[in-house]
């Protein structure tokens, strides 16, 4: 290459103020020709998956880092070499970023990604090698059919994990065979349970590799390990504690890195736990005729396409609430010595992920009409399951939703997201015998937990609260009166 020089591609910031991403996936080799534009890797951050483009066009010539390691913002990550003259003393910055949720293109067809990346920090440490794993984790789980569940408001609790799978024997071919179509969060899953993206065979739209093909594919796999060829005498069985299930024969400890989503959602509990002081209080309400409702807003022609269950008139109640208690909905500014009151609801709903525990919240869901609500709710689901929460959805937060009902828990006590004064959990909805109009009738019946911040809710504002998001449950006609 001509007049050719080499310049040094850095790790950026997302945007939100975060020091170090871990390379979960590189696109690219040394030798590979680039364009600018063109994805080269997935990085994962304490937010989100998110794929980083190349900002000129040139040739690979080294990746320094391998996959799994964790490396600060502003450290160089790959090393390209480019026509023209010295390389400038600080790179461009690619443009605004965006969550990894598109299925993947071929290598040969990169251009057409566009950029989702701002620009760089300066990196204050050096990189942190983390141990790569040496086997597939058996106690992994697809945690993202959850989602779908506890936004629902019912649903079971999630199923045991199946076996890890023993990778296949990848196939000899002159030629190299064109990269599996799949989203991120389908990658993971594969990776998470052993599972060879190029081995399935995809039943998605345009090719794209499904969850339901990872998970048929790791049924497909137990089920050959089940059924010994005739010719093949069978290993004899070692002998399994009497106590303990068969998975524990082989491996008796399983040690899990906490990084990403997981780790900025621990220290952030850590911090909330131990800087606001917490109380909660519970409920236990009549929501038989919230149960109704529901059913007959799903026969409503204005809620046509929309997703309608008992969260959406829970989240509802909830806004009612606090438009009557509107101190509710505030937050505590340690260094200004403040309470700050909120003019505004952003909602936060609590949904459970393949990496981790993550709230995205609906943006002024005070000033949503019912249907809009609804609306709102959808995507929030859709972008959830999909993984493309972008880490602006999960910023700004003002009060939040945790639904465990759905894993069959009456109630809980749950922990505040930082910088909110109120979380509302809500348990199981179930059929329990309740004294009505005089009388012992089975009755849908739920408990609530409000657990609020003590140093800006006194126990009377808390109840008030909490009182209101009952009594409208209990009387759905309230949503008329007192909105």
Request: with cysteine; glycine share 6%; hydrophobic share 45%.
């Amino acid at each position: 290459m001509t007049n050719a020089s080499v310049r040094e591609f850095k790790m950026p910031d997302v945007g939100e103020g975060l020091t170090e991403a871990e390379i979960l996936k590189w696109y690219v080799q040394p030798g590979d020709t680039v364009t600018d534009g063109q994805v080269v890797c997935e990085v994962e951050t304490a937010k989100a998956a998110v794929e980083l483009p190349i900002p000129y066009d040139g040739v690979v010539r080294a990746l320094h880092f391998p996959e799994g390691t964790t490396v600060d913002v502003g450290t160089s990550i790959i090393a390209v070499e480019v026509a023209g003259g010295a390389a400038p003393a600080q790179e461009e910055a690619p443009a605004a970023p965006a969550p990894a949720a598109e299925p993947e293109r071929p290598a040969e067809q990169p251009a057409a990604r566009q950029p989702v990346l701002v620009g760089y920090g300066v990196a204050t440490s050096s990189t942190r090698r983390r141990p790569r794993k040496q086997a597939q984790d058996p106690a992994a789980q697809e945690a993202a059919s959850a989602v779908q569940s506890e936004l629902n408001g019912h649903g079971a609790a999630p199923a045991a994990p199946p076996a890890p799978v023993a990778p296949a024997a990848p196939a000899s071919s002159a030629a190299p065979a064109q990269r599996p179509l799949a989203k991120p969060p389908v990658r993971k899953l594969a990776k998470d349970l052993g599972v060879d993206l190029a081995t399935i065979t995809p039943t998605g739209p345009d090719g794209v590799i499904t969850r339901d093909d990872v998970h048929a594919a790791v049924a497909a796999a137990q089920a050959r390990q089940q059924t010994a060829p005739a010719d093949r005498p069978a290993a004899p069985a070692a002998p399994a504690p009497s106590a303990a299930p068969a998975s524990y024969d082989s491996v008796r400890e399983t040690r899990i890195p906490v990084k990403g989503v997981r780790k900025a959602t621990a220290a952030a509990m850590v911090g909330s736990a131990f800087t606001a002081p917490h109380v909660t209080e519970f409920v236990t309400v009549d929501v038989t005729r919230t149960m109704k409702l529901v059913e007959e807003l799903k026969q409503d022609k204005e809620f046509a396409g929309l997703r309608v269950n008992p969260l959406l008139l829970i989240a509802k109640a909830l806004l009612v609430a606090i438009r009557r208690n509107p101190d509710i909905n505030a937050s505590w500014d340690e260094a200004a010595q403040e309470i700050v009151v909120k003019h505004y609801v952003n909602l936060g709903i609590a949904a459970a992920t393949p990496r981790g525990l993550i709230v995205p919240n609906i943006k002024d869901a005070h000033a949503k009409t019912l249907p809009e609500l609804a609306a709102s709710l959808g995507e929030l689901v859709s972008t959830a399951r999909e993984g493309r929460t972008s880490p602006s959805a999960m910023q700004g937060g003002t009060v939040t939703i945790t639904n465990v009902g759905v894993f069959g828990v009456d109630t809980g006590t749950p922990i505040l997201n930082p910088g909110e004064s109120a979380i509302l959990a809500v348990g199981a909805i179930k059929l329990q015998p309740w004294v009505h109009k005089g009388k012992v009738k089975p009755r849908q019946v739920t408990t609530l937990a409000l657990s609020f911040d003590h140093r800006l809710v006194d126990g009377e504002l808390g109840s008030k609260v909490l009182a209101d998001v009952a009594a409208v449950l209990e009387q759905p006609k309230r949503l008329i009166t007192w909105a």
